[in-house]
């Protein structure tokens, strides 16, 4: 939702391999397809609003491996790279008080968390959590100081596990033991 209770929405269409959008600005739905590459584009996408009502999606290009990332802060889509070592999916994204995007994401090359960051105008990738098989469906927030909380799925200890920056640099806990999918 943006300031004005418009809905904006990313979602992939497995059907044709796109990224799509879908909001209801102008009063009416209206989608479109957002991805400006061919291939299978758009799984695991995930969408925040900023302040000023822009979206910003992060998401998974199947066909490279890579995880991208779109906006529509200029006025029209744009596109950027985000991670290119075959990892980004489960992405979660949230944007911070000046409208920078902060992305958790699951490496499936090397089971590990990563997080990305666009906060120095270029994006910065690193591990958070690499104990084991960890990362999967994460879900990332950001709080009143602008540090960043995400919660994620450690599959190698069937966990929930938390990950905070507050401190300035990373502190991983589990959080809750559950041994659901046995």
């Given at each position: 939702?943006?300031?004005?209770?418009?809905?904006?929405?990313?979602?992939?269409?497995?059907?044709?391999?796109?990224?799509?959008?879908?909001?209801?600005?102008?009063?009416?739905?209206?989608t479109?397809?957002?991805s400006?590459?061919?291939?299978?584009?758009?799984?695991?996408?995930?969408?925040?609003?900023?302040?000023?009502?822009?979206?910003?999606?992060?998401?998974?290009?199947?066909?490279?491996?890579?995880?991208?990332?779109?906006?529509?802060?200029?006025?029209?889509?744009?596109?950027?790279?985000v991670?290119?070592?075959?990892?980004?999916?489960?992405?979660?994204?949230?944007?911070?008080?000046?409208?920078?995007?902060?992305?958790?994401?699951?490496?499936?090359?090397n089971?590990?968390?990563?997080?990305?960051?666009?906060?120095?105008?270029?994006?910065?990738?690193?591990?958070?959590?690499?104990?084991?098989?960890?990362?999967?469906?994460?879900?990332?927030?950001?709080?009143?100081?602008?540090?960043?909380?995400?919660?994620?799925?450690?599959?190698?200890?069937?966990?929930?596990?938390?990950?905070?920056?507050?401190?300035?640099?990373?502190?991983?806990?589990?959080?809750?033991?559950?041994r659901?999918?046995?």
């Amino acid at each position: 939702m943006d300031s004005n209770d418009n809905v904006h929405i990313s979602y992939y269409d497995g059907s044709n391999g796109d990224l799509k959008y879908a909001t209801d600005t102008s009063g009416l739905w209206v989608t479109s397809k957002i991805s400006p590459s061919a291939g299978d584009v758009g799984q695991y996408s995930s969408i925040a609003v900023d302040s000023n009502n822009n979206a910003h999606i992060s998401y998974y290009d199947v066909t490279n491996q890579y995880l991208k990332y779109i906006t529509n802060v200029p006025g029209s889509w744009l596109m950027s790279y985000v991670d290119l070592d075959g990892g980004g999916k489960y992405t979660s994204i949230a944007v911070d008080s000046t409208n920078n995007a902060h992305i958790s994401y699951y490496d499936d090359t090397n089971g590990d968390l990563k997080y990305a960051a666009n906060t120095s105008g270029s994006w910065v990738a690193s591990t958070v959590d690499s104990a084991g098989d960890v990362g999967q469906y994460s879900s990332i927030a950001v709080d009143s100081g602008d540090n960043i909380h995400i919660g994620y799925h450690d599959y190698t200890n069937g966990a929930v596990r938390y990950a905070a920056n507050t401190s300035g640099s990373w502190v991983t806990e589990r959080s809750v033991t559950a041994r659901m999918f046995q």
